[in-house]
């Protein structure tokens, strides 16, 4: 398998701006978790879903931020407008259960200018 | 609020010499810990886990110890090779119920010296 796939790798936009991040979990996983990285609050999770549905969406951390998941093979998460302060890696991971080693992709560093 | 802590954001040890990596957790319904490592331009990987249940969880150069009372766990690395240098991060869960996620720490960046 060739694991978590993210894409893109590195994303530059301007201050209000839509940006759609994108995932494709590892095949079987039933579970798919996004999360942040920053220097200031480190690895966050932000929502996780179980077989599609969004189980835990508290670390969401405004209106601007979504997230779908429309099939075991897909999702993305979605900032509009975004913020400078919106600037991290965002990565995606996927496990077969909730107890399992969660698999992590490569993330995107997203830079809001 | 930080419930899971690394105070040390680096560490420079020498090759061949133990490296020992710090956490501390502040909620106490946690109750399983994991450590990931992190190399530049990639995403964590896990690298060993421990249950509540244990003090001692051991794979092969890698052992991770846990103090409940003191709610801190530490990561020794025996011998430290140069590639260890990364980033661990420490992560903490809560068991049961329907409800399931990971609190990661800021991270410790080990630099291991040849």
């Known amino acids: 398998d060739a694991g978590v796939i993210q894409s893109p790798r590195h994303e530059v936009t301007e201050m209000g701006q839509e940006v759609t991040l994108r995932c494709k979990p590892i095949s079987g996983h039933d579970y798919l978790f996004w999360y942040r990285q920053t220097m200031m609050r480190g690895l966050e999770l932000l929502i996780y879903f179980n077989n599609n549905v969004p189980i835990d969406d508290s670390g969401m951390p405004e209106d601007r931020f979504s997230a779908k998941m429309p099939n075991a093979s897909f999702s993305t998460l979605k900032i509009q407008p975004s913020e400078p302060r919106d600037s991290a890696v965002y990565f995606c991971?996927?496990?077969?259960?909730?107890?399992?080693?969660?698999?992590f992709g490569p993330g995107t560093r997203l830079l809001v200018l | 609020d930080q419930q899971v802590k690394q105070n040390s954001p680096s560490l420079s040890v020498q090759e061949g010499r133990i490296s020992i990596l710090n956490c501390d957790y502040t909620n106490s319904m946690f109750d399983y810990f994991l450590w990931y490592k992190k190399y530049p331009a990639e995403g964590p990987t896990f690298l060993i886990s421990i249950s509540s249940i244990k003090d001692k969880n051991e794979d092969g150069r890698f052992t991770v110890f846990l103090n409940k009372s003191a709610k801190h766990l530490s990561l020794h690395i025996v011998p430290s090779q140069p590639g260890d240098s990364a980033v661990y991060f420490c992560a903490a869960s809560s068991g049961g119920g329907s409800n399931y996620k990971l609190t990661f720490g800021k991270g410790t960046l080990l630099t291991v010296n040849p």
């Open positions: 991971a996927s496990s077969y259960g909730p107890w399992e080693t969660q698999y």
